[in-house]
């Protein structure tokens, strides 16, 4: 690589099991002399389909490296992220991710890596995914959309773009998230949105797809649970905590006839299991228990006053109903209870 190249951004393609448009692709970025070096990450691709790596190999300004069995795109983009660190001149300004299946023009990378390069920010390049887009991508982003505004409060047209600009200074950040699969691109996301907001910029780019995008090894329904694993996980933890709990408080306020005092030996039993269980199943926190279990208690305190406000008045305006009016009272406040533990409770301390 010459010295004039040194201060081109890089190109970073993760493929699993490529056909010929990655090879059309590498070609016509070679033939550009926009970027200063291609990665080709071969994600363990059957030896057939290896075959369309072996151009590539020593020639100049491209790298292959290779995966011995398929690890997937997260560990694949890792990969090559942590390649470019290692070994990019110190004038590289970034490296731009580009998925292998021919989506993305040549002259839409340009401009993402141009963007980027000249804000020094994470850039993203954002479809309209309007008419024409399959039915599984519409769907899978429109998921992907929703649970990443409400794990963030932001809001991003595509979160399930492949075409990325990762600032140099900023690449160590995306290899400190720990999934490997589709839920990196998204997890990722979230991460760095979180951690520095506003400095996300959205390029807008063609709309481009091969045969209804059947080359995508995105898995609608099963990528889309995964991405929204910590969501789902919260959601079945939380039902069964309101199970419990009604059990309890139907049976208190059954002897008592007190909202109050049955409210208050419900929640009792249900914070530790809630408690216990957030930790280790929904968001995996191994660290400061003490700090988490006393943020957990105020957030506990505070809902156990609002939700009981809300039940009394409720019950007053309805003339009785007190365990439907409890029902809606828990469900309206679900989605806030979410949003403050996974935001600000059940992180790792420092972060």
């Not at 363990?44 to 398929?70: C, I, M, Q, W, Y």
């Amino acid at each position: 690589m010459s010295h004039s190249d040194d201060n081109k951004p890089w190109v970073l393609i993760p493929a699993y099991q490529p056909d010929e448009k990655l090879r059309l692709l590498v070609e016509r970025l070679m033939e550009i002399q926009a970027f200063g070096q291609v990665i080709l990450v071969n994600d363990g691709s059957s030896p057939e389909k290896t075959e369309v790596f072996e151009p590539f190999r020593g020639a100049e300004g491209v790298t292959v490296l290779d995966h011995a069995v398929n690890r997937g795109k997260g560990q694949a983009l890792k990969t090559g992220l942590n390649h470019f660190l290692l070994t990019a001149p110190p004038e590289t300004p970034g490296i731009v991710s580009c998925d292998a299946d021919g989506q993305h023009l040549t002259s839409d990378v340009i401009k993402v890596a141009e963007t980027g390069a000249r804000e020094n920010s994470f850039t993203l390049g954002v479809r309209s995914l309007g008419q024409g887009t399959p039915f599984r991508s519409k769907f899978g982003n429109m998921v992907t959309a929703g649970l990443f505004s409400l794990f963030t409060g932001y809001r991003l047209k595509d979160t399930q773009t492949g075409l990325r600009y990762y600032p140099r200074d900023k690449v160590a950040v995306f290899l400190q998230t720990p999934y490997d699969r589709f839920d990196y691109e998204f997890a990722s996301l979230v991460k760095y949105v979180s951690d520095h907001p506003g400095q996300t910029k959205q390029e807008p780019i063609e709309t481009v797809y091969l045969e209804a995008n059947a080359s995508s090894h995105y898995r609608v329904l099963a990528d889309s649970l995964t991405i929204g694993g910590v969501f789902i996980r919260f959601f079945f933890l939380s039902l069964s905590t309101a199970i419990l709990d009604y059990l309890v408080f139907i049976l208190v306020f059954y002897l008592t006839k007190h909202i109050f005092t049955s409210f208050i030996a419900a929640r009792a039993i249900a914070i530790i299991y809630n408690f216990t269980f957030s930790r280790k199943l929904v968001f995996k926190i191994k660290s400061d228990l003490f700090g988490q279990l006393v943020k957990y208690l105020g957030l506990v305190a505070l809902f156990l006053f609002i939700s009981w406000g809300i039940t009394v008045w409720l019950s007053d305006i309805l003339g009785g109903y007190v365990v439907l009016v409890k029902a809606i009272a828990e469900g309206g406040l679900f989605f806030i209870s979410f949003l403050v533990q996974s935001r600000f409770i059940f992180v790792e301390k420092n972060k």
